[in-house]
């Protein structure tokens, strides 16, 4: 069904009837400003709200609570694409109260089971409550606030235990003055404010706690570990170089590894499979078991390609290696699998990501392969391509023609192609998703449709260095890791994950100082190496007002 | 108070339901005989079907008979023709849906961030609550079978509600989050009073330390924080206010069940319980506004751009591809196409219809609560097929005499979307001559 695909589309297309292909590039201007050693810095001095999977994870690490609170939490809307973009986002009423009533469990939970912990590894009796309770304020404020508290702020903690002690005793003391720990702005924001310099246009340089949260948020979702505060305390976290050192070191935690998978997926959108559904006459087999297969799959292909591997785009981009389950293997005709173990694809169908069925099965259709889906997102996620929408009347002409279901997908796709109010944009999008069609709308492998073979013919127009013909999505994943707008897109999509904003045309110049030592033979943890190592990294510059 | 007494219990017959002392808590208004003003925003996408929309000889139609079928709802509602949105997306890679969706109740120019369609700048109902000092209730019923979100780069279109340019109100998405928040636990008894009162102590310290960090922020970072100490005030205020013994007659609605908790797929990618969301939510709703918990209710009907399949109207399909898109002409598509859209549509129009009725039902001063307030119901399309020509909006209601005609269709030629806000906000006692990108466009003709 061709119009099936315009929703999507309709975020896409020429703006005005004018031409596509001339619009078709990459929409970044800068101002020119900066060189090639010292790219300019337009990152602003801000406060970053927790997200709510860095809540979760915070509360982990800090209380050892692993109940998720955010879960209840106002579904976020992110800008820059990736869960860890709240920077937009205030405090509306609901959410403060849902952080109240969360504060209010963890610090319940926390003074039953951990009590200890909480205060320092003093052990109160009946006699040593006040030193319980220094020892109290001098360490977990810090850890929870990821800075040392002002002394402002644990005048107003004092005066929460002072009061709160007295109403109900020592222990009702802590927990209330965790209550207002956790619902305090230098718990709920990571602060990248530095102090502004009089010189340089009032340019900060972060300080080395704020570093330590930047760097730690960015590598492992979370808070900086104990080795992490430590080189905060001992003045060992400055420069790039010190970025660097602890950035290889936590890089190797578990944390960091689930942190990178959740920006494969998020940059991917696989993270949808968890909510994917497809429409059961068309899609039987599809359910919630296969979905969480797949993504299973993903997670370890993830892992073994980072961690097990080269780690490079070639990799991702072109490895038959992957993990599979007895459920998965029916799809993929794998037998002989039990749990999930690891499997090597047939080399003919299936190389890299972009033919492993998570990523296929969302995107599609509920009822087919939506040729235009796989066409745009591939061109707007992979290729940073700008696509504007097409205008109104080009719609209602596509929108009135009748889908015919004994054709098959391309030939009904085609249909974009030959009318020339639609080919001036699609011809930049169905035929790239037509190199796809070898496979279903759940990433199955297919030859034939509807009794015809599969045209998996594919044509890419419209990019700096990839334009031309290709057979299929392993050859089109072939074309891609040559492409420097992959990799400069690649680039961008690591920048919205790291600053936890979309770029804008001022970054272009960081942007290209980082892209210019990257390749697609590169280890993707060194390009986050080189975000933490980067000016970006290290200074804020002043709000306009 | 003998004349309170009667309209109190006028007010409980009129609801016929078991009743229940409301906590003061959540009541913002002195008492609910005073002529308090209240505002309801209905929110739809993907475009009404023109023909079967709007009236021609009678002061009804097809899709708006659960409206103008009930006199006593259409003498108070004015159906505006030739609303449109001037083509403009103003950078961003959106399209008529966003431009709809995210200007029709902001009146601003669409705000790129990183080249995807937002909001530029707050929403009328938050400048309106803004200048009450108070809070709205926000609720959207999010559920998609086709298209379940997160949806990557589509964030955009999760509400329609701005506090200010990019930053949106997000809507409660469960009814029993509405319910506990309108319903808190009646607080008793010295060890409430003790809780309370050491709940108000972390927040005095919270408040503090907020004041501390936006002291050395610049503008827009100050801003945002200061957002978040408006809330944690709010949440302040409700404390305070529940210690009091005061308590408000109120009907006790039914308790929802915990959608979160119990079946978070509802609230997701099932679609199977999706009447019972969005009636729910329009219950508590009216429900909060008449027992004066709450001045203003937002409801969105699913995301911008939503494609729910409305199988409970026998239509289930893609509703948006398959059903909207194909409506490509003011008589319609295709005839089965048509009615689809009608139904789709007259479902819509029975939801609003069910407010209005709910606050027609009740007692307030010398007429009802309908009688003090405006809802107005905007879409984000006129049709399915993107057409941004004729885009309807209901006006239902008096806004406490405000609003002085009714009962019918005002259709005098195209009417600049920015009109709508600018309504909105005389409607609501502030005297303004344009909204958001147009600064003179005035209020529409004929309704004042």
């Known amino acids: 069904m061709k119009k099936a695909g315009w929703l999507v589309l309709g975020a896409l297309l020429a703006e005005g009837g004018a031409g596509c292909v001339g619009r078709a590039t990459q929409n970044m201007t800068g101002p020119g400003q900066g060189t090639a050693q010292q790219p300019e810095i337009w990152i602003f001095r801000k406060v970053r709200r927790l997200s709510n999977r860095e809540y979760n994870n915070v509360v982990r690490d800090l209380l050892g609570d692993t109940s998720q609170p955010a879960s209840s939490f106002l579904d976020d809307s992110y800008a820059n694409g990736y869960d860890n973009g709240s920077a937009l986002l205030s405090v509306q009423t609901d959410q403060a109260e849902r952080y109240q009533l969360a504060a209010e469990q963890l610090a319940q939970v926390a003074v039953d089971r951990h009590l200890v912990d909480l205060l320092g590894g003093c052990v109160p009796t009946n006699t040593n409550y006040e030193t319980c309770a220094n020892r109290f304020f001098e360490t977990f404020p810090l850890r929870a606030f990821r800075r040392p508290p002002t002394p402002a702020e644990i005048g107003r903690l004092r005066g929460v235990y002072q009061t709160a002690s007295q109403v109900g005793g020592f222990i009702l003391g802590i927990q209330t003055t965790v209550e207002a720990i956790l619902q305090s702005p230098a718990f709920l924001y990571r602060e990248e404010l530095g102090t502004p310099s009089g010189e340089d246009g009032g340019r900060a340089n972060l300080n080395p706690y704020e570093l330590a949260s930047e760097l730690s948020f960015f590598l492992t979702g979370s808070m900086p570990d104990d080795q992490l505060f430590a080189a905060a305390a001992d003045g060992r976290l400055a420069t790039a170089e010190d970025l660097r050192r602890e950035g290889r070191r936590l890089l190797q935690s578990a944390n960091a590894k689930g942190n990178l998978r959740q920006f494969f997926h998020q940059w991917l959108a696989t993270n949808r499979l968890s909510t994917l559904t497809k429409d059961p006459a068309f899609y039987p087999n599809f359910n919630a078991a296969l979905a969480r297969s797949m993504a299973s799959e993903l997670d370890l292909f993830f892992d073994d390609v980072l961690w097990s591997r080269s780690g490079t785009l070639r990799e991702l981009f072109t490895s038959n290696a992957s993990f599979t389950d007895e459920n998965l293997g029916r799809l993929y005709g794998v037998t002989g699998v039990s749990g999930f173990g690891p499997v090597l694809l047939d080399p003919d169908q299936r190389k890299g990501i972009l033919t492993r069925a998570g990523y296929l099965a969302v995107h599609s259709a509920t009822s087919h392969s939506s040729p235009v889906e796989r066409g745009v997102f591939l061109r707007q996620a992979l290729l940073c391509t700008h696509l504007p929408p097409p205008p109104a009347d080009v719609l209602q002409r596509a929108m009135m023609e009748v889908p015919d279901p004994t054709k098959t997908t391309r030939e009904r796709f085609s249909a974009h192609s030959n009318d020339p109010f639609c080919a001036s944009c699609h011809r930049l999008i169905d035929p790239v998703g037509f190199g796809f069609e070898e496979f279903d709308g759940v990433g199955a492998f297919r030859s034939t449709e509807a009794g015809k073979p599969i045209d998996d013919s594919g044509t890419m127009l419209g990019t700096q260095d990839i334009d031309g013909d290709f057979r299929g999505a392993s050859e089109l994943s072939e074309k891609l890791i040559t492409s420097k707008q992959f990799q400069e897109c690649v680039v961008r999509q690591m920048f919205r994950f790291a600053m936890g904003q979309a770029e804008s045309s001022d970054d272009q110049l960081a942007l290209a100082s980082i892209s210019s030592q990257f390749s697609s033979d590169t280890r993707l943890s060194d390009l986050v190496l080189s975000f933490v190592e980067s000016p970006l990294f290290l200074q804020r510059i002043p709000e306009g007002n | 108070m003998p004349a309170q007494t009667i309209a109190r219990r006028r007010f409980l017959q009129a609801f ?338 069910r407010m209005a009725q709910a606050l027609e039902a009740v007692p307030e001063g010398d007429g009802t609560v309908l009688d003090n307030t405006l809802i107005a119901w905007s879409n984000e399309q006129g049709r399915g097929d993107h057409s941004q020509r004729n885009i309807p909006v209901v006006l239902i209601g008096k806004a406490a005499g405000a609003i002085r005609r009714g009962g019918q269709l005002i259709d005098q030629g195209d009417q600049v979307f920015n009109r709508l806000g600018c309504t909105i906000l005389n409607a609501m006692g502030q005297p303004v001559e344009g909204f958001g990108d147009a600064t003179t466009c005035g209020p529409f003709p004929g309704i004042f």
């Not at chain 2, 961030?113 to 609550?129: E, F, H, T």
Request: aromatic share 8%; hydrophobic share 40%; with cysteine.
């Open chain 2, 16 to 353: 016929g339901a078991a009743t229940f002392l409301w906590p003061l808590a959540n009541r913002v208004f002195a008492d609910t005989g005073t002529r308090q003003k209240r505002l309801v925003l209905f929110m739809q996408n993907n475009g009404t079907q023109q023909v079967n929309f709007w009236p021609t000889t009678t002061f009804n139609s097809r899709i708006l008979d659960p409206l103008l079928g009930d006199p006593r709802i259409a003498q108070k509602t004015n159906l505006i023709k030739g609303v449109y949105v001037p083509r403009d997306l103003h950078g961003t890679d959106g399209n008529e849906h966003d431009m709809g969706f995210a200007r029709m109740f902001t009146g601003e120019r669409l705000l790129s961030i990183g080249g995807k369609p937002w909001g530029g700048g707050p929403s009328v109902d938050q400048i309106v609550a803004t200048s009450w000092g108070i809070d709205s209730l926000a609720m959207a019923v999010l559920t998609s079978a086709v298209e379940p979100h997160p949806k990557p780069g589509y964030d955009h279109r999760k509400s329609f509600v701005y506090f200010s340019a990019g930053e949106h109100k997000l809507p409660l998405v469960d009814p029993f989050i509405v319910y506990q928040q309108i319903l808190p636990a009646v607080q008793t008894g010295e060890s409430a009073r003790q809780r309370l009162m050491l709940r108000r102590s972390v927040l005095d310290a919270v408040a503090g330390n907020l004041s501390d960090l936006t002291s050395v922020l610049g503008a827009d970072e100050r801003r945002k924080l200061d957002q978040h100490l408006t809330s944690i005030r709010q949440v302040e205020v409700r404390l305070s206010r529940s210690l009091q013994e005061t308590q408000v007659v109120c009907p006790r609605p039914t308790q929802p069940r915990d959608y979160t908790h119990t079946a978070p797929e509802l609230l997701i990618n099932n679609e199977s319980s999706l009447p019972e969301l969005v009636a729910t939510m329009i219950d508590l709703g009216a429900t909060a506004l008449s027992c004066g918990l709450v001045p203003i209710v937002t409801i969105q009907f699913g995301y911008g751009g939503g494609k729910w399949r409305f199988a409970w109207e026998g239509i289930d399909m893609n509703c948006h591809d398959d059903v909207a898109h194909l409506d490509t002409g003011d008589g319609g598509g295709s005839a089965i196409n048509t009615e689809r859209v009608v139904r789709m549509n007259h479902y819509y129009a029975s939801q609003v219809a």
